[in-house]
């Protein structure tokens, strides 16, 4: 069939929209018409024509867009993520999305390579800077987003699948090790024929898997993500003259790293990723008639804020930087809370996700209440801490293990970006190792070794805030401990409650271009300070203790006010009011 012919068969208003959107992106570039065409007319159309179904093909509407392969790679992203959102993926459309998302990466990395260095990389673009692309920061984030969602699915699905074929094949007797093996699958279906080998659903998803050993690969992933940080300009002086559909990306693309180092359990990576957005020398990015931040572009739009604050609030609590990790999740959880009492946020695409990680994000504020004794969240979030956790709050203070549950419950879904020897799964013998659950049950167990002293140093701290000096063999005896013993928790206390905490980027000094490229979390404006909210010191064989500073702070409270009131200004303002 000819693509006239298969063009005719989808309504007007498809081919209507697929036009007017490739104007917006490649032509016109005009935000406003594209935001509406992404977020309100795609919506509308896939309602009304494709709720559980796929939209016509790229071949098919190729007549639309001029046969444009960058557009055509575009639509094919964004139809393929509805797919993938109303049906589940099979292993060969995961393998089909990798090869979309690489084919959509290499053409966007192609024409910001054509279109900064004064190649002809548009329609007639001959000038030293021609901009020939524009998409919305929403669909720049959104695009960024579901890459690492496949990838994080593809890695779950890949794990699943070995386990499953492990157990089949450990479960096999030793007569049926020709039939398990075959790797053609004969005879290892679900017929019963053979007993105990892998069913052939299984059997096809480790041989596609074995062929395509390249799909979603780590390092293409992390560096395609750094590639486009690199394309945008955000790690140079020269990002003024990048067009800003390279920029979006390119923050967007930090913000997507930051969370694949997190899933990784490569914590300082993490954050270091985000350091081209707090970089004060970066130029402002137009938006629109408007110009923004780095840090206000990602800010605006909300669900790579969520994802920003969450994950690097793992990060910061995983590298015991405690105070950083509660004053991110508790102004982020503020915020959410301010949001779903004016419903503000059930507008948003996507918003049924918000609760779930808002309840992640109070779990997790639930270990930092007891892990820093120094308060840093806002009265109201501390209240909905203590609400709803209210039964491991109480373990944890008689003693019993409660930071497990609160953390398995709140941390993201760690993957293993390995690739297994499917050849070993398939063998009869092979024992069913839980391959990639050991990438979770390492960093809970990480976790958890980092919070084994806490129960003693709370009870120390408990002890020392009622005295103001007290002898090495009294505190020790309180602790139920020698002296000798004692003495390494004093010090162990001190060195657990020292961290890096962030200073203020507005009244840090220029950050030399070799501290950003450094890399890690102690950039040019983090300074050393501690979680305690007492001091003490050890003299001869007495501990001193200074009182814990209680003084006032009455700017904090008009500043929360002016906040609070500048919010609910901005709320009225944005209110339409038909007369």
């Not at 982020?332 to 059930?346: A, E, H, N, P, S």
């Not at 024992?431 to 070794?449: E, N, R, W």
Request: charged fraction near 20%.
């Amino acid at each position: 069939m000819s693509d006239e012919a298969s063009s005719s068969l989808f309504p007007d208003s498809v081919r209507d929209f697929v036009f007017d959107l490739h104007d917006a992106s490649r032509r016109s570039f005009i935000p406003s018409e594209q935001a509406g065409l992404y977020q309100n007319t795609f919506r509308e159309i896939t309602a009304k024509y494709f709720p559980n179904t796929a939209w016509p093909s790229s071949s098919a509407i190729a007549s639309e867009c001029g046969n444009d392969p960058l557009f055509l790679a575009l639509y094919d992203e964004l139809t393929s993520r509805h797919l993938q959102s109303v049906k589940r993926p099979t292993v060969r459309d995961r393998v089909a999305g990798w090869r979309t998302y690489a084919r959509l990466f290499d053409l966007i990395l192609d024409e910001s390579s054509s279109s900064t260095s004064g190649g002809g990389g548009g329609e007639g673009g001959v000038t030293t800077t021609t901009t020939t692309l524009y998409l919305v920061p929403e669909w720049c984030f959104d695009l960024m987003h579901e890459f690492l969602y496949q990838f994080q699915g593809f890695c779950q699905f890949r794990t699943a699948t070995y386990v499953s074929a492990a157990r089949y094949a450990s479960a096999a007797p030793p007569s049926s090790s020709s039939s398990s093996s075959d790797p053609d699958g004969e005879g290892s279906g679900s017929g019963g024929g053979n007993v105990g080998g892998p069913p052939g659903h299984v059997v096809d998803a480790v041989d596609v898997l074995s062929q395509n050993t390249d799909a979603w690969a780590v390092e293409s992933v992390s560096s395609y993500l750094r590639r486009l940080v690199v394309a945008g300009g955000a790690s140079s002086s020269s990002s003024s003259s990048t067009p800003a559909v390279y920029r979006f990306l390119a923050y967007f693309g930090s913000v997507t790293l930051s969370r694949l180092e997190c899933l990784l359990g490569d914590y300082r990576a993490s954050v270091s990723a985000l350091d081209v957005l707090y970089d004060p020398t970066a130029s402002a990015v137009a938006v629109g008639e408007e110009t923004r931040t780095p840090e206000e572009l990602v800010n605006g739009v909300f669900p790579a804020r969520l994802s920003l604050a969450y994950h690097v609030g793992v990060s910061y609590l995983m590298l015991r930087r405690y105070r950083d990790s509660a004053s991110v999740l508790g102004g982020i959880c503020l915020f959410m809370q301010r949001g779903f009492k004016t419903g503000q946020l059930r507008k948003i695409p996507g918003s049924e996700q918000f609760n779930k990680l808002f309840d992640r994000m109070i779990a997790l504020l639930a270990i930092l209440s007891h892990v820093c004794p120094m308060s840093v969240i806002d009265d109201s979030i501390a209240s909905i801490v203590r609400e709803k956790h209210a039964n491991n709050l109480s373990k944890i203070e008689a003693g019993e293990e409660g930071y497990e549950d609160l953390f398995v419950f709140a941390c993201p879904k760690f993957v293993n970006p390995a690739v297994p020897d499917y050849g070993r799964a398939l063998r009869p013998g092979c024992p069913p190792v839980p391959y990639g659950h050991d990438a979770y049950k390492l960093q809970v167990q990480h976790f958890m070794t980092e919070m084994a002293p806490h129960a003693t140093l709370r009870k120390m701290r408990s002890y020392m805030s009622l005295y103001t000096s007290i002898e090495v063999e009294k505190l020790a005896s309180f602790n139920d401990m020698k002296a000798e013993e004692f003495v390494p928790w004093l010090a162990c206390f001190k060195h657990r409650m020292r961290q890096l905490e962030r200073g203020a980027a507005v009244v840090a000094p220029v950050v030399p271009a070799e501290a950003v490229a450094s890399g890690g979390t102690s950039t040019a404006a983090d300074r050393v300070g501690t979680a305690l909210d007492i001091h003490y010191y050890v003299s001869g064989n007495v501990v001193h203790v200074d009182e814990a500073e209680k003084t006032r702070r009455f700017e904090t409270f008009f500043m929360k006010q002016i906040e609070n009131n500048n919010d609910i200004l901005r709320q009225l303002e944005n209110i339409k009011i038909e007369m």
